[in-house]
């Protein structure tokens, strides 16, 4: 493991139903999803804090999120706005290395290794950044800072909201042997219950399987898993990665039923993606698959 290096992972708290709170004042103080309404069989995009204390989440059905809360406040995306200030945030990034990797509008990673202020400690650099970003947007944003991506996500998401988490070197192995397999990052639901089934329980019993077993189990990703459960993630901030995939979507008030009708629907929603492949830079540029829009 390289512990030389110096990583960020920022997270913007809530990012979508902070915003509206913070342009809405009535919003605030009050259980908030960010999504359609449940009459237009709406999803929620986005949950306030006060939202998620109802056991309310992102993709969660409207109707079901107001049976959780009754006073639940719906406020309609505004896309515009949050990709305005996600501008804002990574030129604050910016300011401190070139080296960013967005993984959203609300969340990105920094190699802060070597840095544009020549600042020693990541640390430092993460809480100049949390409070350029409260004192330019007035919002909040959680950092961990780590020797590695995989550790300074797991940092970053541990004293939300607002939170600022650093992972020493030294205490790296500790850290990953006592995080109990369904909290890592990359370790979905189903993955965690075939773990359960092996007697993987925390990142002590996962380290003791070898490379080969994981492998043999999990498939490609066994790889990964075998270096986490060492603390070990050699994958670099890659700046420029290339976008995978281009997706759209759309609700209907009512079930469609009619063929011709879902074909005209479909044609429509491909339409929107074409659109939006070609805005893009690279559009056309590789026909490697990974590059392909789906």
Request: charged share 20%.
């Amino acid at each position: 493991m390289n512990k030389d290096r110096k990583i960020v992972h920022v997270d913007l708290d809530a990012f979508y139903a902070s915003v509206e709170q913070r342009d809405n004042p009535h919003y605030r103080g009050k259980p908030l999803v960010v999504g359609g309404l449940p009459q237009e069989r709406g999803v929620v995009v986005a949950a306030s804090y006060g939202a998620r204390k109802f056991g309310i989440h992102s993709a969660m059905p409207s109707y079901l999120a107001l049976q959780k809360c009754p006073t639940l406040v719906f406020a309609p995306p505004r896309f515009e706005v949050y990709r305005s200030i996600s501008t804002q945030i990574h030129a604050i990034f910016k300011r401190h290395t070139d080296l960013v990797e967005p993984i959203a509008l609300d969340e990105a990673y920094l190699d802060v290794t070597q840095n544009k202020l020549g600042l020693p400690y990541a640390t430092t650099i993460a809480k100049q950044i949390k409070a350029a970003i409260l004192a330019e947007t007035n919002l909040t944003a959680s950092a961990g800072v780590s020797v590695n991506k995989f550790l300074a996500k797991m940092a970053s998401g541990m004293n939300k909201p607002n939170g600022l988490t650093v992972i020493l070197p030294e205490h790296t192995a500790n850290f990953v042997a006592a995080l109990p397999i369904e909290k890592f990052h990359g370790i979905g639901k189903v993955t965690a219950t075939k773990m359960h089934d092996l007697g993987i329980h925390t990142g002590a019993d996962l380290k003791q399987y070898s490379q080969a077993e994981l492998v043999r189990h999990f498939g490609k990703v066994g790889h990964f898993y075998y270096l986490i459960a060492k603390a070990e993630d050699h994958r670099i901030v890659e700046p420029n990665r290339l976008r995978k995939s281009i997706g759209a979507e759309t609700s209907f008030t009512k079930d469609l039923d009619d063929p011709q009708l879902m074909l005209l629907e479909l044609e429509t929603i491909a339409q929107t993606v074409q659109h939006r492949a070609r805005k893009l830079p690279n559009f056309g540029a590789h026909h490697h698959p990974e590059n392909q829009v789906y």
